[in-house]
């Protein structure tokens, strides 16, 4: 979004464009007026979308310039930044059609909630419906965690979506590491310690950004902080993160807990993940059996069997008719690759695109989103490309 900057604060100034820069998608500050005579005299030859105003360096006999700046950039949103009671100055603002009024000094959250407004008030972005999708281990050491993150960053970087992934593992979740090397600053128990801030701005500022359009959650690291944590606070979480993500991917890990259950309950898909061995097949059949007992509709839950190879004495059939359910989706067995990505903390379809791991997320992605990109190519065919070129 672009914008224009009515201040003599160059300090003020410089913290919008330093805000404004980290926002997605980005506030571009165009110009800066040092007052509503030299912005209405000096019109841009590209017209804002935002004009912000400090009213603070207004002068009483400028105070009618507001209407008349605003029949300059009729399709422009205007944003007042006032400090203390300039009654005056408000009702020519209203006058002139000032759709968001900031008290200064600026509140960081405040300015990224009133941008969030403008952003869709302009259509720059839309509230989303996302998805949620649950991974969960049906045995300890299936691989969901390397799956959930992996997939995640898979959405992101191949079919363009916006994607958060919340880590529910407790104290024990490490899904960061698996694609960052950043250290979180804020955990899903520091979010429930604070759920009444809750809203978009405040879930993106404590998340571990991987890629613009990427970001974990961490789990809790402070078991201490357990208490803090409540179902309840699940329900705001994914609320918030429905509106502004395309997918919310859930790393449940394998305790099922108040918490956990109540994100499953919350979820479109369930994707239990299992290896295909006696263990898996015993320990799937017993989480199956609990997800019927709690009512959950046979359609939610999609199986993916990891590191698949062919030609084994236990088949795809067989796993089907013991768990009564079918295997939505296979991941090949590339234990270098994998491996290799879990130690660098690297996404594989970053480190090794080629792999055919690699292959087998792309085709996940397809699946999830149910969308092939007929008017040119596939997200698989996008992916080698990118690696030849």
Do not use: W
């Not at 030609?311 to 991941?331: I, M, N, P, S």
């Amino acid at each position: 979004m672009k914008a224009l900057m009515i201040s003599r604060d160059v300090s003020l100034h410089d913290e919008i464009a330093a805000q404004g820069a980290a926002r997605m998608p980005v506030l571009r500050l165009l110009e800066r007026r040092s007052g509503l005579r030299d912005a209405v005299e000096r019109m841009l030859p590209e017209a804002p979308e935002l004009v912000i105003v400090d009213a603070s360096g207004i002068d009483a006999d400028e105070a009618d310039l507001l209407e008349r700046l605003a029949r300059q950039y009729p399709l422009a949103v205007l944003m007042l930044l006032t400090r203390g009671q300039q009654q005056d100055v408000l009702i020519r603002a209203m006058r002139a059609g000032m759709r968001e009024v900031l008290q200064l000094p600026l509140v960081h959250k405040a300015f990224h909630e009133a941008m969030d407004r403008v952003d869709i008030q302009a259509g720059v972005t839309q509230m989303r419906d996302g998805k949620v999708l649950a991974f969960i281990s049906c045995k300890g050491g299936s691989g969901a965690t390397f799956l959930s993150t992996n997939f995640s960053y898979a959405l992101a970087s191949l079919a363009g979506c916006k994607v958060l992934l919340i880590d529910l593992h407790g104290q024990f979740g490490d899904a960061t590491l698996y694609v960052s090397d950043q250290k979180p600053a804020m955990t899903l128990s520091d979010i429930c310690a604070q759920i009444a801030r809750m809203d978009g701005a405040f879930l993106a500022s404590c998340l571990v950004h991987v890629t613009p359009n990427f970001g974990v959650l961490a789990a809790a690291d402070d078991p201490s902080h357990k208490v803090d944590m409540q179902p309840e606070h699940m329900d705001r979480i994914l609320a918030v993160a429905r509106q502004h993500y395309d997918y919310i991917v859930l790393d449940v890990g394998r305790q099922i807990d108040a918490l956990s259950l109540r994100a499953l309950d919350n979820a479109d898909a369930i994707y239990p993940v299992l290896q295909l061995a006696l263990p898996d097949i015993r320990d799937g059949r017993r989480l199956l059996d609990i997800f019927r007992s709690l009512g959950y509709p046979g359609e939610r839950l999609r199986l993916i069997v990891n590191r698949y190879e062919k030609g084994g004495r236990l088949r795809l059939a067989d796993l089907e008719q013991a768990l009564g359910a079918e295997v939505v989706h296979t991941v090949p067995n590339d234990y270098i690759a994998a491996t290799d990505s879990v130690n660098q903390g690297i996404p594989l379809l970053q480190l090794s695109r080629t792999s055919a791991v690699a292959r087998s997320l792309a085709e996940l992605v397809e699946l999830v989103t149910a969308r092939r990109v007929t008017e040119s190519r596939g997200l698989f065919d996008r992916l080698f490309s990118r690696s030849e070129a």
